[in-house]
């Protein structure tokens, strides 16, 4: 994968540049120092929150994401994030974060954990059931071929190829046409 | 959008952020851009910088009120009174951009002679179905001379105006009659002096609440800054969308924008802030009810559209852009039904779910209030709290069989069951929840289009963790489940599920960045879905350069057109270009701006009819004679080579149709419209009415309220009357800069909740020493549909204003709120309402009426039916302030 290498590349020439101990007035204990995102691997990013689009650089080190900084190179935000663009790391890494399929049965007082796979095959199935419950294929002459009682709601958060999954299968495939998002404008 | 899309074309913010810098002078309207979009305020800010004059028109003083050169306080929900009102000073004061109008709106056109307008039927057009809520097309004649009178594309109420083949409309004359000497009473330019004739300064101080002197200062200020040498910009967000007419206050904007000239030239336009990252995306390619990838209508069976050619004769428009309907439509379907779709079966149109009713976010909530919904997806959504009355949200959560939430916190709309203010029983309530962790965007691959229709990749950095799976993921999986559990179905009403082509698997293991594979089974190659949005060539599988390379007969296919040329080629993701050009301003390689990498639309105005800059000051694209074509910083959003001189007829066709001197190209005439014929469905002119809820009469007409809003009826959203005593305080809802919608972003975030930890409600000094609230006190507001209970911020930022010659008093309430996360409070969203603009259906959170008090909900008779929350528990306390405030402005 060709992604960030030559972006690294230059940025690593630049750091040994200003490291170099010629072209700066610090003690070589000062120069063997670095900041933390030195060795990082630099992703780029954009901000989820709100729609100006700010270009983020997310630092992995480790396998983890150990920073997210604004981009200096965006004509958007040229490196600057506001308070909620600057919290981006805290969406990912954050103790909240729940990280296992959650199940709640009907009447239940209590979450319990459950598999994923039996999740997926369960709304599958629900899915099925439903459809086949409400799916018209035509009224008065009318081809209608849609199903009314499933909704799927949202999708202004998330990517354009998500968006286009979900057309794409719940209208295009089963007929669901309760789709709708925030942005309802 | 159709406020802008039946004014030039194309629902989308007219241009980019960063060229804002070069405006003589911005309005700020329905927007806090400081606090809601502050990276893209730096814009404003240079601009200023730069000698701009800023100004702020808002019921809220805030931090953009404090950058901005004015600030003028006025009653939420008054702003076509105030737009209408610089109309009628622009037209009376004849500081019209004369070629501009002339040549690029419909001004001069010639209206249909039975045309009559609200200035003589007491603020409603002619053919008002009061009952139904609709015009009859066919006696309000809202259409050009020569026309029919009921347009082709006008539809009834039940399906929106987001699809183009509405907002542009059609004409049979591409050239329509017209009395290029304005004088003719049924031109345009005439109607317009008419309709706006009485909206006097004195009655926009009196409607809005504001002083003549600051109404004549904006409206002589955005004169002042327009013109061949000048131009002037005008923002907004959500606080002009989220109204009964809202799209009818953006039409008045485009309306003034077109009057001064400004729309398609550097410095000018109208930027519509958007607050989602890929709210644009999700509208381009919608999660919508009634559109199609691309503003492609969705079939409906209100309309006739029994087969594909029917549906194509019924759609297309026959003259401008949009003529190219069918390629567009035919490459959709051969991008979703792959092989399957045949020219001999209609290219699988047949599948494609037909609309029957208004299934839009609200009606679609009410029915499952009801109990007619069985199941409900949820991606990164929050109806329990966000939605408009969000009480009766969790109501209709509670009658649902099943509920997928997929979301990265367990938020309001997967805990609703067991807490929230009305203390719910778990035992009662049968929804079989899965909550379902999703990935966040630095753990996937993809793109957003962020609010100047910029697609911009992000790459991923990491695999999500446990269980935790994009939505992609999740989608991409439960199609292959459904597939194979309808595998040996031969009926007919499966076949478009089991054709529908679904093969999206990495061609191998997924490297990260860091040079480690991905350990996710079964993600889909996100480059895979972006090559099919694109477009490509079925039988060579070559990606397509762009939506001019699309065909009709089947051998193209595409998934959202106007996306197309964002991969031109395989390796060349546009949205993944990262490169600035110091020389280019427009930054054209940086991301990809749809149409066809055009970063301000209807950029031919920016050059006069023959095709030269207005002015050296303005210059920005122009026609180049030598070379025989337009030239300039941005890609031309016209023919190349289609010369000033060309004239259409009213036998031309197409872009034929599209003369060289009509810039918007996507309208059926190439003008932008003043008047809009059709596209609308509340009126060819914005007309002021009052909010649904408002304690003030129209000062207008004797029309209350929009006469064609749609009323959801329950008996959890119910009407104040206009004036009901009992509500005599205008309330309108907004966002924090350190809070993001209901919360699920930002309230479980330490960082965010130690900046602004707690729901609070700003009011005016006077107010609060009338109801005897303190500063940092707590108080109750309540309406018809609940009560709430919050802080006191007692400030001069919100004024108390004199309307209709009496004291009214506002409060501003941040949304951000509800009873999951670290922090909790109480939902603004349960004061709102269900009601909505007949356009969009898009709500009315910005202006609605409670009452207020001191204390907490329960303490006393008035709200006792209601329950506290949070909690009765001593909360932290806010020390009550000894200082005084400061005079704000």
């Given at each position: 994968m060709d992604r960030p290498l030559e972006f690294q590349k230059q940025s690593k020439n630049s750091i040994e540049r200003e490291r170099d101990p010629r072209n700066q007035p610090f003690s070589a204990n000062t120069i063997a120092k670095h900041s933390r995102i030195h060795d990082a691997t630099k992703v780029h990013s954009v901000c989820?929150?709100?729609?100006?689009g700010c270009s983020q650089l997310i630092y992995v080190k480790g396998g983890k994401i150990i920073d997210i900084e604004g981009n200096?190179?965006?004509?958007?935000n040229e490196g600057t994030l506001c308070p909620k663009g600057a919290n981006t790391f805290q969406l990912s890494?954050?103790?909240?974060?729940?990280?296992q399929v959650m199940y709640r049965a009907p009447y239940s007082d209590r979450w319990e954990p459950r598999d994923l796979e039996w999740a997926m095959e369960r709304i599958a199935q629900l899915t099925k059931e439903a459809r086949e419950e409400?799916?018209?294929?035509?009224r008065d002459g009318n081809i209608i071929n849609n199903m009314p009682n499933v909704v799927s709601l949202g999708g202004a958060t998330m990517d354009n190829e998500e968006n286009y999954l979900i057309k794409k299968l719940f209208?295009?495939?089963?007929?669901?046409?309760?789709i709708e998002n925030q942005a309802r404008i | 959008m159709p406020g802008l899309g039946t004014s030039f074309?194309?629902?989308?913010?007219?241009?980019?952020?960063?060229?804002?810098?070069?405006?003589d002078c911005i309005l700020i309207m329905g927007s806090n851009m400081a606090e809601a979009h502050p990276v893209g305020f730096r814009f404003v800010m240079k601009a200023r910088e730069n000698g701009a004059k800023i100004m702020h028109v808002d019921p809220h003083f805030s931090r953009t009120s404090a950058m901005c050169n004015e600030y003028v306080p006025i009653r939420t929900g008054t702003d076509i009174a105030f737009l209408g009102g610089i109309i009628h000073y622009i037209l009376e004061n004849d500081r019209w951009f004369k070629e501009y109008v002339l040549a690029?709106?419909?001004?001069a056109t010639i209206i249909n002679g039975d045309y009559t307008d609200a200035e003589e039927l007491g603020g409603v057009f002619n053919g008002l179905q009061r009952e139904e809520r609709r015009y009859d097309q066919k006696v309000a004649a809202?259409?050009?001379?020569?026309?029919?009178?009921?347009?082709?594309?006008?539809?009834?109420?039940?399906?929106?105006?987001?699809s183009f083949s509405e907002r542009l409309g059609h004409l049979e004359n591409p050239v329509p009659p017209q009395d290029p000497t304005l004088?003719?009473?049924?031109?345009v330019f005439q109607i317009l002096k008419r309709h706006y004739a009485r909206y006097l300064a004195e009655k926009v101080a009196e409607i809005c609440g504001c002083s003549q002197q600051q109404f004549l200062s904006v409206a002589e200020s955005l004169c002042a800054n327009s013109g061949r040498e000048r131009t002037s910009a005008i923002v907004y967000a959500v606080g002009w969308t989220q109204h009964t007419t809202g799209v009818q206050i953006i039409r008045a904007a485009g309306i003034v924008q077109l009057l001064l000239g400004n729309m398609g030239r550097p410095g000018g336009g109208i930027m519509a802030m958007r607050g989602h990252a890929s709210i644009q995306g999700s509208t381009d390619?919608?999660?919508?009810?009634?559109?199609?990838?691309?503003?492609i209508p969705q079939p409906a069976?209100?309309?006739?559209?029994?087969t594909l050619k029917d549906y194509l004769k019924q759609e297309?428009?026959?003259?401008?852009?949009?003529?190219?309907l069918p390629k567009f439509m035919v490459s959709l379907l051969k991008a979703w039904?792959?092989?399957?779709?045949?020219k001999e079966n209609d290219h699988?149109?047949?599948?494609?779910p037909r609309i029957?009713?208004?299934?839009?976010q609200l009606p679609a909530f009410l029915r499952m209030a009801q109990g007619k919904v069985k199941g409900l997806f949820l991606f990164g959504?929050?109806?329990?709290?966000?939605?408009?009355n969000a009480k009766l949200n969790r109501k209709a959560l509670m009658q649902l069989d099943w509920l997928v939430v997929r979301d990265w916190f367990e938020i309001e709309s997967a805990s609703f069951w067991y807490k929230?203010?009305?203390?719910?029983d778990p035992k009662a309530i049968k929804t079989e929840i899965f909550f379902l962790p999703a990935a966040s965007n630095a753990e996937k691959d993809g793109s957003f289009t962020n609010t100047q229709r910029l697609l911009q990749w992000h790459d991923k950095a990491v695999d999500p963790p446990g269980d935790c799976r994009s939505d992609a993921w999740f989608v991409f999986q439960l199609g292959k489940r459904l597939k194979k559990l309808y595998a040996e179905s031969q009926q007919k009403r499966d076949q478009g599920l089991l054709n529908l082509t679904w093969d999206y698997d990495h061609d191998r293991m997924q490297e990260l960045p860091d040079g480690s594979l991905s350990?996710?089974?079964?993600?889909?190659d996100m480059e895979k879905i972006l090559k099919e949005i694109n477009g490509y060539t079925v039988k060579e599988g070559k990606h397509v350069a762009?939506?001019?390379?699309?065909?009709?007969?089947?051998s193209t296919a595409c998934g959202c057109w106007i996306y197309s040329?964002?991969?031109?080629?395989?390796?060349?993701?546009r949205a993944r270009s990262r490169k600035r050009d110091a020389?280019?301003?427009?930054?054209?390689?940086?991301g990809f701006a749809w149409p066809h990498n055009?970063?301000?639309?209807?950029?031919?105005?920016?050059?006069?009819?023959?095709?030269?800059?207005?002015?050296e000051r303005k210059k920005y694209m122009w026609w180049d004679e030598a070379a025989k074509r337009w030239t300039g910083v941005d890609t031309p959003?016209?023919?190349?080579?289609?010369?000033?001189s060309y004239r259409a007829t009213n036998e031309s066709r197409g872009?034929?149709?599209?003369?060289?001197?009509?810039?918007?190209?996507?309208k059926p005439d190439g003008r932008a419209w003043l008047?809009?014929?059709?596209?609308?469905?509340?009126?060819?002119l914005p007309t002021h009415y009052e909010p649904?809820?408002?304690?003030?009469?129209n000062l207008l007409y004797p029309?209350?309220?929009?006469?064609l809003a749609e009323v959801f009826k329950d008996d959890l959203n119910q009407l104040a009357m206009a004036m009901d005593p009992e509500y005599p305080i205008v309330g309108t809802t907004y966002r924090l800069t350190e809070h993001y919608l209901?919360?699920?972003?930002?309230?479980?975030n330490s960082w965010l909740n130690e900046l602004q930890p707690e729901m609070f409600v700003e009011l005016s000094p006077e107010l609060a020493q009338q109801r005897g609230i303190t500063h940092g006190g707590w108080m109750v507001i309540w309406n018809k549909r609940a009560a709430i209970e919050a802080r006191a911020?007692?400030?001069?930022r919100v004024q108390s204003l004199t309307v209709n010659g009496r004291t009214l008093h506002q409060i501003g309430i941040p949304?951000?709120?509800?009873?999951?996360?670290?922090t909790v409070g109480s939902m603004a969203?349960?004061?709102?309402?269900?009601v909505a603009d007949?356009?969009?259906?898009?709500?009315?959170?910005?202006a609605f009426t409670c009452n207020v008090r001191a204390?907490?909900?329960?303490?006393?008779?008035?709200?006792?039916k209601f329950s506290a929350w949070p909690t009765r528990a001593k909360s932290p306390d806010t020390p009550e302030s000894d200082q005084p405030e400061g005079q704000a402005i």
């Open positions: 989820p929150y709100c729609a100006v200096p190179d965006s004509p958007i890494v954050n103790p909240h974060r729940v990280k409400g799916f018209v294929e035509e209208n295009g495939g089963l007929g669901m046409v309760a | 074309g194309r629902g989308a913010a007219t241009t980019f952020q960063e060229d804002l810098q070069n405006s690029y709106t419909n001004a809202w259409n050009y001379a020569g026309e029919p009178k009921q347009p082709k594309n006008q539809t009834d109420q039940a399906i929106k105006a987001q004088q003719d009473p049924m031109c390619i919608p999660t919508l009810y009634d559109i199609l990838p691309g503003y069976t209100m309309r006739d559209h029994g297309e428009v026959s003259t401008g852009y949009w003529a190219n039904y792959g092989e399957a779709a045949k699988g149109f047949g599948w494609v029957d009713a208004n299934y839009s959504q929050n109806p329990a709290a966000g939605a408009p929230g203010p009305e203390k719910p350990k996710i089974i079964g993600e889909p762009g939506f001019s390379e699309l065909k009709d007969d089947g040329g964002v991969f031109p080629e395989p390796g060349r993701n020389q280019n301003p427009t930054s054209p390689d940086w055009r970063r301000m639309m209807y950029n031919r105005a920016s050059a006069d009819p023959e095709g030269k800059p207005w002015s959003d016209f023919e190349p080579d289609k010369p000033p872009m034929d149709a599209i003369s060289g001197d009509a810039p918007f190209i996507m008047f809009a014929p059709m596209g609308t469905k509340d009126g060819p649904m809820e408002s304690p003030v009469p029309e209350q309220a929009s006469p209901s919360g699920p972003m930002s309230r479980f911020m007692v400030t001069g949304f951000h709120w509800g009873f999951a996360g670290e969203n349960d004061l709102t309402s269900m007949p356009n969009v259906s898009m709500h009315e959170a910005k204390g907490r909900v329960g303490d006393a008779d008035v709200a006792d």
